[in-house]
């Protein structure tokens, strides 16, 4: 090839190069044009709220559900508020992550028409700018509150002191009946009435709210009662008015005197006749105190009502002779006792058959032998198939009275005692060894004397006061002069 040839052919092939390069630099170039123009436009979350069934008004509790999606990322959670003109001052968003939920709307005067809203926040915290917006009418049917258990003339509860127990049924057609809550009032104390918790459907008002003026009276009176459900819709009101009583007459309400000896007991006007009198004996005035006959008025309830009932006076005397039932009263209520004593309240309890223990029933539970009589337990003797802690005097014999340094003698034949296991320094009347039924070996005692941490006094006597009669020459008290000696242990003979 000539020289001019090979010249031209070089050329060419640079220029060829050249052209290449430009070709290859030109797509690039174009090719990041094309990947710029193609880019994804930003977007924002998108939230919807879903509605089963007709808008139309529909219960104050009510299920919604919502739903958020984001085209180029995800949901992560959730800003939701309710609108109600019942509450206005809840206008605050809140999170979360659930996409429904249950609302119990405030509905207190029947109907109400609310906004419901939402909005969907993605995993960058952008949050939906529209959120979903519904307007719903909600409705609410009162609830049914009726007293079911209250003062009544059929079981003698129609006259008290001041404490009353109520129970009642609740019913809510469109809502949660266990979520009515009750408000319990007094005549003359609707602005301040008992908020009762959740759940309960029975309350026994607080002495308190008994109070007029300072001060407790005497005359008819009327509890009210009315529901407010969870959408803040009151009920109708129910009510009962029954017959309260002052403590005393006078100032100071030192004595308690409750008689559970009905008048079919052959021996009631001896048994009435020894602690009436001794009530005078002890110095106390009629405006002092008061007697309580459960034969005609049973004005408890609950052991609530016995505890505010005790509590209205210094001393309870409860006396039942030498009855061998057991008393319903106390077995029921019984339990209201210890508040009483653990707050400074001084109790002189007679009974046969006072204490369960064991197998033997009675009418208080065992725990007042350790926690209030400081006792380690009851004497027992071996009766097939079991144990009885019940004993017996079966004949003339003397009793002993420690902390009184005093004696008595048992006149006839009664059983249904309790031997307690007890320090010397607290027994009150004691039966010396050899002379109960079955045959106890060693001394027992029949009655405690234990003073409260708290500064009360628990006298548990299950000997019966009236079974002592005059004695010998050697021992001559009688049971009227050892009573007023106890009556002297519970401060009801000084001032």
């Known amino acids: 090839m000539s020289g001019p040839m090979r010249r031209h052919a070089r050329r060419n092939r640079v220029l060829a190069l050249v052209l290449g390069a430009a070709l290859v630099v030109s797509s690039a170039l174009a090719g990041c044009s094309l990947k710029h123009i193609g880019a994804p436009m930003a977007t924002v979350p998108h939230t919807t709220i879903f509605v089963q069934g007709p808008l139309d008004t529909v219960s104050h509790i009510v299920h919604l559900y919502w739903f958020g999606s984001e085209a180029n990322g995800y949901i992560a959670g959730y800003e939701i508020r ?11 968003w809140g999170y979360t992550t659930r996409t429904d939920s249950i609302f119990t709307i405030q509905t207190p005067n029947g109907f109400i028409s609310t906004k419901f809203e939402a909005r969907a926040i993605d995993e960058h915290g ?25 003062p009544n003339h059929g079981d003698l509860s129609d006259t008290t002191f001041a404490s009353v127990t109520v129970t009642w049924t609740a019913t809510d057609i469109d809502g949660d009946a266990t979520k009515v809550r009750p408000l319990i009032w007094l005549d003359g104390r609707r602005q301040s009435p008992e908020q009762v918790p959740l759940g309960l459907t029975s309350f026994t008002l607080p002495s308190s709210d008994f109070l007029v003026n300072g001060a407790y009276t005497t005359g008819p009176r009327t509890l009210y009662i009315q529901g407010i459900d969870d959408g803040g819709m009151a009920g109708a009101i129910d009510s009962v008015t029954w017959y309260v009583k002052k403590p005393v007459t006078g100032s100071r309400a030192r004595l308690l005197l409750i008689d559970e000896v009905p008048t079919s007991y052959g021996a009631k006007a001896r048994v009435d006749t020894l602690y009436n009198n001794t009530v005078v004996r002890a110095g106390l005035t009629p405006d002092q105190y008061s007697v309580l006959h459960l034969q005609f008025d049973q004005p408890f309830r609950s052991p609530q009502d016995l505890t505010q009932t005790f509590q209205l006076f210094e001393t309870v005397v409860w006396y039942h002779g030498e009855q061998t039932g057991i008393s319903p009263v106390m077995m029921q209520y019984g339990d209201g006792i210890a508040p009483y004593l653990d707050s400074r309240g001084k109790v002189f309890l007679e009974s046969l058959n006072l204490i369960q223990y064991g197998s033997t029933g009675g009418q208080l539970q065992p725990y007042f032998l350790n926690q209030y009589l400081n006792c380690g337990g009851l ?54 060894a050899n002379t109960l039924s079955p045959m106890n070996s060693v001394p027992m005692a029949l009655a405690v004397y234990a003073k409260q941490p708290g500064g009360g006094v628990f006298i548990a006597d299950t000997y019966p006061m009236v079974s002592a009669t005059i004695s010998t020459a050697n021992f001559p008290q009688r049971s009227s002069a050892v009573l007023l000696e106890i009556f002297g242990l519970l401060g009801l003979t000084g001032p």
């Open 82 to 92: 309710m609108l109600n003109p019942a509450t206005p001052a809840d206008t605050s």
């Open 379 to 432: 004497f027992q003797y071996p009766q097939p198939p079991d144990s009885s802690a019940s004993w017996s005097y079966a004949a003339t014999q003397v009793i002993e009275c420690p902390v009184l340094g005093d004696s008595l003698q048992n006149g006839r034949i009664i059983g249904g005692m309790r031997g307690f296991s007890v320090d010397p320094t607290e027994q009150l009347i004691v039966a010396p």
């Open 126 to 150: 952008v949050r939906d700018p529209n959120p979903a917006v519904q307007t719903f009418n909600f409705r609410n049917i009162p609830p049914i509150v009726k007293l079911v258990g209250k």
